[in-house]
């Protein structure tokens, strides 16, 4: 368990050795070397049977050899040293000092069979105690550690380190309402910093911002150079939507000294949210000197809205010899968002080099833009080259086979598809994806039977199980299958539309009308923008005898600029 204070404002620490260890090499000296400075330093403690030594001297030279077992990180060697120890002086500082040998070489077991037995001899022994507390810790055994800690309290209510420690665990583990509880009942630490401090974090958890506020002032008016206790008041600031405040909390920490990246961050994001972005700016520029710094706030300034300020950031970055791909990326952002230059988006990114983590992103950003720019070609190219270099990025496939499909290279499109299939067979995403393409292509039976072969592999397959649910009702075939496959679709995909039309039109196909027009009208309900929809919606009104209902559907419908504008105007001449 780690110290239960922050910074400079720590608890007493508990120490590597106890008293015998810290005195160990002195009283080795006056024992066994006599005149030692006539003699060379040795490399290795000279062996006990070599000397006549008293138990003292035997005790002291023992803790010599756990010393040198620690320094060389040699268990078996310090296992000795422990057992002549607890042989001949079984101490409370020796079990402290053999707990953490073991508990530094992360032997747990070991560590809290020694905790275990010190405690049986000195049942009220602290750092005991906490050796104990942390082997349960190690294992993520909290509720043995929180138990061990209450006991020692409910035994010693005037240890305030104690609730300190106790304290820190349960904030840690997210039990805010006894942190908060323990923390604030008098105690000899009651009024301390730290535990105001931890006291303060459970009240944020707890939302109780002022009760939060006010311990971390008084926190800091007692030790003014408490930077956590600053920083967590800033931050209360900043939930309070205390932003001035808040600023001047996190000037104050920078003018304390500290010189971590977070506090100069924290002040050009309040500066951007009180619309300062010179300031923040300024802030930036001045801030440490470090690339990734400036990177993480260029990052805020984008984040934020402030483009042109995070561009004269990153300008300077990518003027430099090998800057970071993130800089190219940023700028190439601006470039596409903000300046609308998607020629210049592009050659930003073709900066980044292959070996980058972000090339892959790259790649699929520079296929979007070539897109958009018909550079139908390139983008195909580009996509080739991605999968090339990296043939298990999935998205390179789909992203390739959905262009291919879209611009009506079905051939092309297919062939991509086996290529893929081939490297995940029997994909169901892959073979939904070619449904699809023979879907857009108008060969509604080949789609058709791919689906089907998607719900052999997938009987769950939502969109699979609605594409089938739909055509057989529209072919008005097998509509008891249908209308089973579209409800188990929309178990899982309650809110889609489009799937909820389907189950409108497998009802008016079997003439269920009022379930049918209770579930278009849902479909409307959920934004559905689509004339098939708004045609169901008026043939479904129609049928029903609501004629203002279907002019409406059909009118919406041609809004929408459909396929089949003529047969929609004909069905509304006919009302």
């Known amino acids: 368990m780690s110290s239960a204070s922050p910074s400079k404002y720590r608890s007493k620490v508990r120490h590597s050795a106890g008293p015998l260890a810290r005195a ?116 993520k055994r909290i509720d043995e550690s929180v138990s061990l800690l209450k006991e020692y309290i409910s035994r010693h209510p005037e240890n305030g380190e104690a609730r300190q420690q106790l304290g820190q665990l349960l904030l840690s583990n997210n039990l805010f309402q006894e942190a908060a509880d323990l923390l604030r009942q008098k105690s000899s630490t009651r009024n301390d910093p730290v535990t105001r401090y931890y006291l303060a974090r459970a009240y944020v958890q707890l939302k109780k911002l002022k009760d939060a506020q006010t311990e971390l002032k008084k926190a800091v008016q007692t030790e003014p150079e408490f930077v956590e206790a ?31 990246q977070e506090v100069w961050l924290r002040l050009i994001t309040l500066n951007l949210k009180l619309n300062h972005p010179e300031k923040a700016l300024s802030i930036a520029k001045e801030g440490p000197e470090d690339m ?7 990052t805020i300034f984008i984040d934020e809205g402030f483009p042109e300020q995070a561009r004269e950031l990153l300008i300077p970055l990518a003027e430099m010899s090998n800057p ?27 900066n980044i080099p292959d070996h980058d983590r972000l090339w892959s992103k790259s790649i ?7 897109f958009e720019l018909k550079r139908y070609d390139e983008a195909v190219t580009l996509l080739e080259q991605g999968i090339k270099a990296d043939p298990a990025d999935r998205e390179f496939w789909d992203m390739l086979i959905d262009l291919q499909a879209s611009l009506k290279h079905f051939d092309e499109a297919h062939a991509a598809l086996d290529k893929a299939l081939k490297r995940w067979p029997n994909d169901t995403e892959l073979l939904f994806t070619r449904g699809s393409v023979y879907d857009l292509a108008g060969e509604r039976d080949k789609a058709l039977e791919v689906m089907e072969e998607v719900i052999s592999h997938d009987p769950e397959h939502p969109e699979a199980l609605n594409y089938v649910g739909y055509s057989l009702a529209d072919k008005g075939q097998d509509l008891d299958r249908a209308l089973v496959l579209i409800e188990s679709a929309l178990k899982q995909e309650p809110e889609k539309a489009f799937m909820v039309d389907s189950l409108a039109w497998v009802h008016f196909k079997l003439g269920n009308l009022e379930q049918a027009w209770e579930a278009i009208n849902r479909t409307i309900e959920l934004g559905a923008k689509d004339p098939i929809i ?7 009104a129609k049928a029903m005898g609501r004629k203002s209902d279907a002019r409406k559907g059909y009118r919406e419908a041609l809004k929408l600029d459909p396929k089949n504008a003529d047969e929609l105007k004909k069905k509304l001449r006919g009302i």
């Open 292 to 298: 990734s710094f400036s990177l993480q706030a260029a």
């Open 230 to 260: 600053w920083a967590e008041l800033a931050y209360v600031y900043e939930l309070m939507k205390d932003y001035v405040s808040a600023e001047k909390t996190y000037e104050h920490i920078i003018e304390l000294g500290e010189t971590g």
């Open 364 to 370: 699929r950003f520079r296929t979007h833009m070539l």
């Open 324 to 350: 970071p791909a993130e800089v190219f990326f940023h700028l190439a952002l601006i470039a596409f968002n903000n300046d609308k230059d998607l020629p210049g988006a592009i050659s930003l990114l073709e």
């Open 24 to 139: 160990a090499v002195l009283i080795f000296a006056c024992l066994f070397l006599g005149a030692c400075a006539k003699q060379q330093p040795v490399a290795e403690p000279a062996k006990p049977a070599a000397y006549p030594m008293t138990p003292e001297a035997a005790k002291v030279y023992y803790y010599l050899v756990l010393n040198e077992a620690a320094k060389n990180n040699d268990l078996r060697m310090g296992t000795e040293a422990i057992r002549q120890l607890l042989n001949l002086s079984p101490s409370a500082d020796v079990y402290v000092d053999a707990a953490r040998f073991y508990t530094e070489r992360k032997e747990v077991t070991l560590a809290r069979d020694i905790a275990k037995r010190g405690l049986e001899n000195y049942p009220d022994h602290f750092d005991l105690t906490m050796l104990l507390a942390e082997t349960y810790l190690s294992e």
């Open 534 to 540: 708004w045609e169901h919606y008026g043939d479904i």
